[in-house]
Each structure stands twice: as C-alpha cells, then as structure tokens.
C-alpha cells in the first residue's frame, strides 16, 4: 500500500482508478461532484509539472528502505491514503495539496504518533538487524572515515558545536552567543533534555540554534560493547538502534523536527555503527578542533586549541559545564575571530 504514491506518480491510469475508486467510497465526498476526467486531466498536468508533487518525487527518488526518513514520510503519506479517518485526505493528495496542508493537519492529529512509535520502528530495527547481522566493525576510533569533520567551504567561516551531555546549563554562555548573534549547533543528550525541558524548547525555538542528536545514554557507538575512556559502548545493533532513535523521538515530539546529524557519546564509533546511523537518515558530526576537552580544558589550553582554526573548521565545546573556563574563553575567543572576519555557521 504504501507504494501506491509511487504508483500515482508515475503512472496517471493508476490515479484514473484510485480517483473512481474514491468516487465510489465517498458518496458524500464534495469530491463526487466534480467532473472525474476533469480531476483527473487536473492531476495529470501536475504530474507532468508537480510543484506540488516536489517532495513526494523526492522521497521516492531518494527512497531507500534503509532511509528513516524516506519510510517514516512514506509511512505518513501511506496513512493519509488509507486511512477512513482522512478522507479528507484522499481528496487532497487528488486536489494536489496533500504535502501543503494535509501532512501538517495530520502531524497535529498525532496520527504520526502510532506509526512512528510501532509499525515503522519495528520494520526499521528488523531491516537493520537483517542487513548487518555477521559483519564484523573493523575500526574504532574518534572521528572515523565518514563522519563529518570540517566544511568544505571559500568562505571565512566557522562551525561551532556545544554539547549538552547530562548535568548542568550554563546559561550564561547560550546568552552571550545570543547577545552576540553568534549561530551555533547544539548536540544535546536525553539525559539533558529530560533534566531540562523548559531550557530546551526555547533553545529549540531560537533561530540562532541547531538542535542535533547526542545520543540517548551518551554512549560510544559500537555494535559489540567496545569501550573508551572507562565508558561502555552500546553493544548490539538494537541498542545501537535506540541509542540514536529514542533520543530522535524525544526531540521530534518536543520539536516537530527530526535531527539531521547525530554526534555519539565520546565521539567514538565502529564502521557498522556509524553506517547504522547513515541509514537511519544522519550525517555524523565529527570536528577537527577540541575546543574544551569535555568542558575540563583551562582556560589557556581552550585559547591555545583555538589557534588551529581555519575556515570550515568545526569545533566542540560544552554548555553543560558552567564551572569549567569555556565560557570565559569563548568571550574572549569570539570576538576575536569576529574582528578577523570570521563568521558562523549551522551545521
Ligand atoms: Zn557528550
């Protein structure tokens, strides 16, 4: 079922019957007093010129049974097809406005709720435990060959990154980058947002922020239980699986949005763990500066690690460590890179 939008696209007979089809359904449907071949000659000349089709295309093309995204906006679609409870529904994805309007009056009807909480997850979890069952991770380190570690980028500009791992806000420093109209991307873990929810959503709400996803229980990524630094990684594609997903589903529900770059716990990953995430639909944020070393850096060490910028370079701080020196070095730090013409970017 969840084909037919394909179907739809590509081929306008199918749309002559499902349009009969829902003709038939719906006898009270306003939908029945149109003329069906002028719905239908409607349909066609946007599906040859589909403005309104854009993002459905694109969710095909790009469609990957791997890809979270592509089957959660599948998933959504598929429920506003076939529901009873959406005919209304029905008659816009005919009128072509399914994408505009419908998606969002779903989402506000929590439909997106049960599937994205059953049905999808489970399919998800079950195709990649399929695909990655008997391979072996041959790497672990930080940072590894497809994480995203710099911007390739002509201009003079910088990515700062702050994660929010667990403890404390130090909310003197996310107000000075506000003061100072300094955009940033924020990596923050369940265990903070649990802890700090009213935080949270104005963070989310501010337009000078990035929220991405730091993990569930801020562990290293690993298929097989690998450990650094005294810390345990996750050890199985499930757990792999939840670290990343539950910690989404916190924010989407919070949010409306889902992350698109995901930095684990220590920043260590296994290949298989780090491909995991790629399928679940994330870019992994990596960086080439330490700025802080977890918040413990003084405040020396912090202005000595910022001498290696470039341009595109992304760095790591924390904003969960108020007693540490990052924020004395950033104010001290920015408004220097300012006066050298530097500016921020969103990751
Ligand atoms: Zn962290």
Known sequence: MIFCIYYFYKNPDILRQYATKTQNNAKDSSLIKRNSSEIINEQSKKIQNPPHLKDISNTIENIDSKNWESQKNLYLLDEALSSEATTNAQEQFLRGELLDNTLKDIQEKNIVKNLVDAESQNLLLLGLENKYQNIQPKIWQENPQGSINTIQTNKKILYLTLDACGGAYDKELIDFLVESHIHATLFINAHWIESHKEEFLELANNPFFSIQNHGTKHKPLSVNGKSIYGIQGTDSVAEVFHEIYDNEKLIFNLTG????????????????????????????GGFDIIGDGGGTFSYNKILQQAKKVRSGSILIYHFNKPKGDTRKALQTLIPQWLEQGYEFGLL
């Open 257 to 284: 949005k889902k992350p698109t770059f995901f930095r684990s716990g220590t920043a260590y990953y296994d290949d298989i763990a780090l491909a995991i995430a790629q399928d679940m639909g994330y870019k992994i």
